[in-house]
Nanobody, 123 residues
Framework: QVRLVESGGGLVQTGGSLRLSCAASGRSGSSLDMGWFRQAPGEERQFVAISWSGGNTDLADSVKGRFTISRGNAKNSVYLQMNSLKPEDTGVYYC?????????????????WGQGTQVTVSS
């Protein structure tokens, strides 16, 4: 069983920055795709960013140019650097992981989830 623990959310003004962290335990991170989804009130959980186990990354169009995803050296951690934040970035951010079996951006294809961390961007 993989356990994911997030940290780093908070309240920030428009244009500000936050860095989210997620640490995985229970399995080697080198075999896991690790990424981030977010859920705004009344909306479905949506893909934000992914670090594939093979080393490449991908970002949702809405955050390209503002967010960066990266892995720690031991591959058991994933980070989301969020710059130029907008009010529409507000939501609960969830760290997600899956055993690699072909690329997927759909939340139903992720096996493990963190508890979520709140990000609020004030206008």
């Amino acid at each position: 069983q993989v356990r994911l623990v997030e940290s780093g959310g908070g309240l920030v003004q428009t244009g500000g920055s936050l860095r989210l962290s997620c640490a995985a335990s229970g399995r080697s991170g080198s075999s896991l795709d690790m990424g981030w989804f977010r859920q705004a009130p009344g909306e479905e959980r949506q893909f934000v960013a992914i670090s594939w186990s093979g080393g490449n990354t991908d970002l949702a169009d809405s955050v390209k140019g503002r967010f960066t995803i990266s892995r720690g050296n031991a591959k058991n951690s994933v980070y989301l650097q969020m710059n130029s934040l907008k009010p529409e970035d507000t939501g609960v951010y969830y760290c997600a992981a899956r055993l690699y079996r072909g690329r997927s951006w759909g939340r139903n294809d992720y096996d493990y989830w963190g508890q979520g961390t709140q990000v609020t961007v004030s206008s």
